[in-house]
C-alpha cells in the first residue's frame, strides 16, 4: 500500500516460526509469528513534527489486519520515518496503534542524508518493535561515504542515506538505551549544544533591550533638556518685559 496518494510505499508480511527460526508465512508446524513491516514515511509538515493523521490511517489499518490475521501481536517496524529526533520511537509506536504498551528501538542515529551532511536532526531510519527486551543497533556505514555512494549531479547531492542494523535481544539489559532516545554521548552533545544555542539568543536579547533602554533614557534626556530650555527662555521674557515696563 502506500502511505500518500500513490507515493511512500510500505510492505507487511507475517513470518512464522518453526524449529526455532523464523522463516516465510508458509511455514508448518508454527508455534509463533511476528508481523514485519517495511514503509517509507511521507516527511511531515514541518520539521520535527509527528505526521499528519491522513498520512497514517493507511499503514495503522493493514498493521492493525496483519496482526488480527496472525492471531498474535508482535510486529517490527523497519522504516525510513522521516521523524527527526524530537519524535521518539515510542510516539511512532503509539500512533501507528502497535498492540501492547512496549517499544522497543534502534539507538536514534543521524542517518539522513548526505545533502544535508547527515545532520539536523535527521534521524530518520529506525527499526521499532513491540516485544523484545533490548535492540542493538550498528550503522553500517560513516559519514564518509565511499565513492561510489557520492551521488551528485550539476552541483547538488542525492539524499543517501547510512544504513542501520538492529539486532533484536530477549534480555533486558543491554547497551541499548530502550524506545528510541539518544545514545548518552549524543545526548550530552545535544544538551551542550542547546544550551550554547541558549545562552547565544539570551546574550542577544540582552544586547537588543540594552541598546533600546539606552534609546529610551537619551529620549527622555532630551525631552528634560528640551523642557528646561523651554522655561529658561520663558523666564528671559518674562525679565524683558518687567525691564520694558
Not at 525510513?80 to 520511537?89: A, F, K, L
Not at 553500517?140 to 547531492?157: F, I, N, V
Request: hydrophobic share 40%; with cysteine; aromatic share 8%.
Amino acid at each position: 500500500g502506500c502511505m500518500a496518494l500513490h507515493d511512500r510505499p510500505f510492505v507487511l508480511q507475517t513470518f512464522q516460526e518453526s524449529s526455532g527460526l523464523l522463516i516465510g508465512s508458509n511455514a508448518s508446524n508454527a508455534s509463533s509469528k511476528v508481523v514485519v513491516v517495511g514503509a517509507h514515511f511521507p516527511h511531515p509538515p514541518l520539521l520535527y513534527m509527528p505526521l499528519l493523521e491522513q498520512n497514517i490511517v493507511e499503514l495503522r489499518t493493514a498493521i492493525a489486519a496483519a496482526v488480527n490475521a496472525s492471531d498474535q501481536g508482535r510486529v517490527i517496524l523497519i522504516a525510513d520515518t522521516n521523524e527527526g529526533n524530537p519524535i521518539p520511537s515510542t510516539s511512532i509506536r503509539e500512533y501507528l496503534q502497535l498492540p501492547g504498551l512496549k517499544t522497543v528501538s534502534t539507538d536514534l542515529e543521524f542517518t539522513c542524508c548526505y545533502d544535508i551532511d547527515f545532520g539536523m536532526g535527521a534521524t530518520f531510519d529506525r527499526i521499532i518493535s513491540n516485544f523484545g527486551g533490548h535492540m542493538e543497533t550498528q550503522l553500517m556505514m560513516s559519514s564518509e561515504l565511499p565513492l561510489w555512494a557520492r551521488q551528485e549531479k550539476y552541483g547538488r547531492r542525492a539524499a543517501f542515506h547510512l544504513p542501520i542494523l538492529g539486532r533484536l535481544l530477549a534480555g533486558s539489559a543491554g547497551p541499548s538505551p530502550g524506545p528510541g532516545f539518544l545514545p548518552q554521548h549524543r545526548l550530552a552533545k545535544r544538551i551542550f549544544l542547546i544550551c550554547v544555542a541558549v545562552a547565544v539568543v539570551l546574550l542577544v536579547l540582552w544586547f537588543f533591550f540594552a541598546a533600546a533602554a539606552e534609546k529610551r533614557n537619551k529620549r527622555k534626556s532630551k525631552i528634560l533638556v528640551d523642557e528646561e530650555t523651554a522655561e529658561l527662555a520663558e523666564g528671559s521674557g518674562e525679565t524683558t518685559s518687567d525691564d520694558s515696563s
